[in-house]
Every structure is written in C-alpha cells, then in structure tokens.
C-alpha cells in the first residue's frame, strides 16, 4: 500500500477539523469534571441506565483528545453494567480512577496510568469473577 496524496481541498479540511479538535481538547478536562459529577449522581441514583450513557460519552470522546486511559477505564465501567452488575467497589474505584487521571493530567499510555488501569483490571475481573 502506498501513500496517498489529498487534493489540497481535503488537506484543508482536514487542517481545519484538526484545528477544532485541538481547540475542543483546551476544554475537554472542564468538561470531563462535569461529566464526573453527572456519573456520580448517577451512581448514587443507581440509575444504570445514565450510568451506561455517560460512562459511553467519556469513553467515546476520551480518545480523541489522547486520554486513552481514560477510554479503557469507562470501557470497563460498561462492561460491568452491561454483565448486569448493581454498583460495586470497582464502579466507585473506576470513576474515581479517571477523576484522578484527569486531575493529574495522565494524558497518552504513561507508566503510571498502565499501573492504575491494570490495578482496575483486576478488581473488574474480580467483579465478573474472572
């Protein structure tokens, strides 16, 4: 497979979408803390429901805006929704595992986060009874 060249109208698109991007980023940890809030209340609701919807919106939007971790972590709050699990420690230690990568901005796969997401694998195993 070879390189493809873009027209210059679609470099420029593309410029342009990667310029949005970087600009939505700027405020994408604001808008994480309030998504946090909003799974919190959630989870204190137990309504699994809004639970799943927002634990998908962060696990959707977090890659974009290099926060792979972030995305493996509400993937793994989902999947212990969707295995019909009620709350349980590993949700709690899941919400409060982003809430902490967002405060220390463990952005991209640092060695610290693989140990955090590893730490949240095993509870989550433990969860399904893995």
């Not at 959707?60 to 699990?85: C, K, Y």
Request: with cysteine; hydrophobic share 45%; aromatic share 4%.
């Amino acid at each position: 497979m070879g390189v493809s060249k873009f027209s210059p109208a679609v470099q420029a698109r593309l410029a342009r979408a990667n310029a949005m991007i970087a600009e939505e980023a700027d405020t994408y940890a604001h808008m994480m803390q309030a998504e946090l809030v909003e799974l919190a209340m959630a989870m204190s609701e137990r309504d699994y429901t809004r639970m799943h919807d927002i634990a998908y919106d962060i696990e959707s939007r977090a890659g974009t805006f290099d926060w792979p971790l972030v995305t493996q972590a509400a993937g793994m709050m989902r999947e212990l929704i969707n295995e019909g699990h009620g709350l349980c420690p590993a949700m709690e230690a899941i919400r409060d595992s982003i809430a902490l990568m967002m405060r220390n901005d463990l952005k991209g796969m640092t060695a610290e986060g693989r140990v955090l997401l590893e730490t949240l694998r095993a509870a989550v195993k433990r969860e399904l009874g893995t």
